[in-house]
């Protein structure tokens, strides 16, 4: 009925008045009800969600150590930087070796004769080798330029790898082609098809062909003494698994470099501080949803959550057990320096988890990421509780149901109460017109008894 307050027509009484208050006290219970069970479901998915993010946190931590191929990664070294770098793969086998690089791969260049930039050449073709490959580019006479060259050939569709620019000096300007692969195999030469001979041929040297600004060369170098020619600078498979880049050939003062290929210890171990890391957030998630404050006598969200305390429980009881077929010295998570806080936290010594993995890395990889390993069985106690079909998703997926059943209550309540609000309105709205008809009468009896005589026959 909205919020005009109007005094009732006959009676003079705030009929709106009335019927807002009668409504509210009608509404008002039910509404804090309805607003109770939603601020508590809200407040149950919020928790279960925030546990829900620490627990995904733990297990894509925990994948990172899962599998054999989280203790197979390589890492490289060299004794001297700058002339190498290299990419090993779990196949390469641990080892050194001693790089000479005597030479970098590069890219032929070829330019023209130097021609004034402004002049036009004239139509005709060019035809355009690299390599095996060639292309044939169409110049048009009032796009002839140098620049207009450049810019036809690098826009030509059938381009097989051949860039172009125009380099300007003392001597004039001149057309220059680079190839965009470097080595022997991908040489640049060019001739002309042109109608009127001295224009595009002006581009050529008096035996018809480019002049050769750089030298197309192979990258050449020595693994162990062993010499191994290459088109470019990256160099797949010379030793198996490893991939080398050449960056500058070695010099005088340093004439090698030596490449030491291992075990990725080190991405090892951040992946086990990262594991501690999340597994204490979980810990802090738990107590911060549990915890009963006595001082202020108020529960958290998830106070005896019985899902929540067997999971903590579950997961204190795996991470702190000796696993079942781990080879001494390690054989549980306290072996490698992880040990229990009073807190229920994680606590680990760094330098004794850089002494078990120079002194014992496979044994730390048959602990975590063993057929049976630590890791596998921690991910599948975690999956059991925010898996999808896992205790804690399916508490969240019933709050949710809960919710949206809770929101249709709340619409059919609005529902009831405009027709309440209605009838309300009404009831009062006869109850006015009742009083009004109760005063006319009111006042036509007074009147009556104003006008008639008194006992000696006279009038009021």
Known sequence: ???????????????????????????????????????????????????????????????????????????????????????????????????????????????????????????????????????????????????????????????????????????????????????????????????????????????????????????????????????SNEIKDAIAGVTLTLDKANTTEKPDTRLTIGYDKKAVENNIKSLVDAFNKVADTVDSLTRYDADAGKASPLNGDTSTRNLMSQLRRMMSSPLEGGQPPVQSLTDLGITTNKDGTLELDSEQLQQQLDDNFEQVGLLLAGDNGLTGQLKGLADDFVGKEGVITQKGETLSQQMKKLEKEKVSFDEYMEQYEARVYKQFSAMDMVVSQMNQQLSSVISAFENMPDFYGSRK
């Open 1 to 231: 009925m909205g919020d005009l307050k109007l005094p009732g027509v006959g009676s003079g009484f705030p009929i709106q008045s009335f019927v807002d208050a009668t409504v509210n006290a009608e509404r008002a219970p039910k509404e804090q009800l309805l607003n109770k069970r939603a601020a508590d479901i809200n407040v149950k998915l919020s928790a279960y969600g925030s546990l829900t993010g620490a627990l995904d946190g733990f297990k894509t931590a925990l994948g990172k150590l899962e599998g054999n191929d989280a203790f197979q990664k390589r890492s490289t070294s060299f004794s001297e930087s700058g002339f190498v770098s290299a990419k090993a793969s779990k196949n390469a086998v641990a080892g050194s070796y001693t790089l000479v690089v005597e030479q970098l791969a590069q890219a032929h260049k070829a330019g023209s004769q130097a021609i004034d930039k402004a002049t036009e050449l004239g139509d005709g073709s060019l035809n355009i080798s690299v390599g095996d490959a060639s292309f044939s580019v169409t110049v048009e006479k009032d796009k002839s330029t140098l620049s207009g060259i450049a810019d036809a050939i690098n826009r030509a569709e059938n381009n097989k790898g051949v860039k172009a620019t125009v380099v300007t000096d003392d001597a004039g300007s001149r057309l220059v082609l680079f190839s965009e692969k470097t080595g022997t195999d991908h040489q640049i030469s060019l001739t002309v098809d042109e109608d009127t001979p001295g224009g595009l041929s002006q581009l050529l040297d008096a035996e018809g062909k480019l002049t050769e600004v750089q030298a197309a060369q192979n990258a050449e170098l020595t693994i162990d003494g062993a010499r191994v020619t290459s088109q």
